[in-house]
């Protein structure tokens, strides 16, 4: 296994439409356990491949950070097939330096997806399994949490962001556990 760089906004990799993984192959296999290690070294609860620059539709998760790796998915071309309810949630991303911000999101969804041992699975997820797996898919289709925000306050975190960068990049103790 292998660490792998995690890109942050705005490096035009994230906004890239992620294609279907058509073999679940060997290659497939050493990602998924890649971005696994990167998730956990971050640390976070989330990655999604076009967040380590391949723009293929695979995400990891474990959103149980009590027992890490008990709850742990990998998943290969995941679908949202059913949504239910509406639900708000403050959201943080590993690409998305020293920001959160309140998203609505659907509250229940149903998800198909196929696992890197070839079985294709369903999960039912609500709260923080449900916003996650929201947030990654959105990933593979090119999208950020901000970008769901107004442009007003996206505006202010690219300003942030600037002076962020401009004071030396950001502070290496904040708390990034619930980055997904
Ligand atoms: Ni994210």
């Known amino acids: 296994m292998a660490l792998r760089e995690i890109l942050t906004f705005p490096s035009p990799a994230l906004k890239k439409k992620a294609v279907d993984v058509k073999n679940i192959d060997a290659a497939v296999n050493q990602l998924a356990n890649d971005m696994v290690e990167t998730m956990y070294a971050a640390p976070g609860v989330g990655l999604a491949a076009p967040q380590v620059g391949v723009p293929e539709r695979m995400i990891v998760l474990d959103v149980n950070t009590e ?3 008990k709850d742990l998915v990998k998943l290969i071309n995941p679908v949202i097939v059913e ?4 639900v708000v949630w403050e959201e943080g ?3 998305v330096l020293e920001y959160t911000a309140d998203v609505k999101r659907s509250a229940e969804i149903l998800v198909r997806a196929w696992t890197p041992d070839q079985d294709e699975i369903e999960i039912e997820a609500d709260g923080l399994l449900s916003v996650a797996l ?7 289709d090119g999208k950020l949490f901000i970008d769901r925000l107004s442009a007003l306050k996206r505006d202010l975190y690219k300003r942030k962001l600037k002076k962020i960068l401009r004071d030396g990049g950001p502070d290496p103790d904040t708390e990034r556990n619930t980055c997904i």
Do not use: A, F, V
Not at 83 to 86: P, Y
Not at 134 to 140: A, P, R, S, Y
């Open 134 to 140: 929201q947030h990654e898919i959105d990933h593979l």
């Open 93 to 95: 991303c590993l690409s």
């Open 67 to 69: 027992e890490p790796g």
């Open 83 to 86: 949504k239910h309810g509406t």
